[in-house]
């Protein structure tokens, strides 16, 4: 399953499918890209980052791509479970470095149907 | 070793009433940040700590809104004079020299 990002909120996908969940950037001089998990009554929990001079990048059972060229972000969750049921956040670091404040996207809401 | 831990986790607060809202960052983490989190949105940045100095402040949506990080370690915001407009669930993360923020499990403040 695929989501649009901002324009398609909620994604809902069967278990054991693949996920891909989408976001559009907002700044193109954004040099630093995190995708957060939120689970209900918890805090943002880190899964996955990419900095601006790569394209692509894997970690366990997730990957991130950027495009740069249309300031496009996306996260693909391989075998989707249960457990990954969450809104999902893109965020973005706009420079200068070493200040921290991140963006956040309106988050998308990942269904995993049993 | 320990996350970021936040209380209390649920404040609830008449309309008037100031609140501090309490942030224990990973031990060792130079940077400290307070996001607010309204119902159904994306985190906003309040306010960023590096040590003790409070280097951006642009986050912080009136005069009433204050933050501290006195010893370089734990962090307080308060909030005076409480409005509804308030109610939200406050965030702190925590940084070392790396970009790679971890958030707290939030505190969810409700002004009747």
């Known amino acids: 399953g695929e989501s649009v990002g901002l324009h398609l909120p909620t994604l809902s996908v069967q278990e054991g499918d693949n996920s891909i969940i989408n976001c559009a950037y907002s700044n193109s001089a954004s040099d630093y890209f995190i995708w957060y998990k939120q689970e209900s009554g918890k805090g943002p929990q880190f899964i996955i980052d990419?900095?601006?001079?790569?394209d692509k990048r894997q970690g366990q059972r997730v990957t991130v791509l950027l495009n740069k060229t249309v300031k496009h972000l996306s996260l693909q969750i391989a075998a989707t479970q249960p457990g990954d049921s969450a809104v999902y956040f893109c965020a973005e670091n706009i420079p200068p470095r070493g200040t921290g404040k991140l963006i956040f996207g309106q988050g998308t809401t990942l269904q995993v149907k049993p | 070793g320990a996350g970021v831990s936040q209380s209390p986790r649920y404040k609830v607060a008449k309309r008037g009433q100031d609140v501090a809202l309490r942030c224990d960052p990973i031990?060792?983490?130079?940077?400290l940040f307070w996001y607010q989190q309204a119902l159904g949105q994306g985190p906003e940045f309040l306010t960023y700590?590096?040590?003790?100095?409070?280097?951006?402040k642009s986050g912080l949506p009136s005069d009433r809104f204050f933050a501290e990080r006195p010893e370089g370690s734990v962090s307080t915001l308060k909030i005076q004079r409480t409005q509804q407009e308030d109610s939200a669930v406050y965030l702190c993360?925590?940084?070392?020299?790396?970009?790679?923020?971890?958030f707290g499990p939030g505190t969810r403040l409700t002004v009747l």
């Open positions: 700590f590096q040590n003790e100095a409070q280097l951006d």
């Open positions: 031990s060792g983490h130079v940077s």
């Open positions: 990419i900095r601006s001079n790569m």
């Open positions: 993360a925590s940084s070392s020299f790396t970009d790679t923020q971890y």
